[in-house]
């Protein structure tokens, strides 16, 4: 299993930003899958799950509902991440993986900063 995120860097407030997260090493099209984000001195935050088929939005963490919006290319074994309206409590890494038990093996993630 291998799970690579990108698409994170410095943004300023109010800015957007759009995060990838590439599969490969399992059938990507039998999963559902979910963002989630770690801030530093936090615990991992799940943000958003979108079913196998992406017809289906399961759910939305409170902190980001509204501004964000998960999506996914099953030909292209890619998850989505649109991030808009971004605050300085979004700063954190973000990664991906399998929405029910997820994968042992989590990706590097993606660095979001977001200040001024």
């Known amino acids: 299993v291998q799970l690579v995120e990108s698409g994170g860097g410095l943004v300023q407030p109010g800015g957007s930003l759009r995060l990838s997260c590439a599969a490969s090493?399992?059938?990507?099209?039998?999963?559902?899958m979910s963002w989630f984000r770690q801030a530093p001195g936090k615990e991992r935050e799940r943000l958003a799950t979108?079913?196998?088929?992406?017809?289906?939005?399961?759910n939305y963490a409170d902190s980001v509902k509204g501004r964000f919006t998960i999506s996914r290319d099953n030909a292209k074994n890619t998850v989505y991440l649109q991030m808009n309206s971004l605050t300085p409590e979004d700063t954190a890494v973000y990664y991906c993986?399998?929405?029910?038990?997820?994968?042992?093996?989590w990706g590097q993630g993606t660095q979001v900063t977001v200040s001024s």
């Open positions: 993986n399998r929405a029910g038990v997820p994968f042992v093996s």
């Open positions: 090493g399992f059938t990507f099209s039998n999963y559902a």
């Open positions: 979108i079913t196998r088929g992406g017809g289906t939005i399961l």
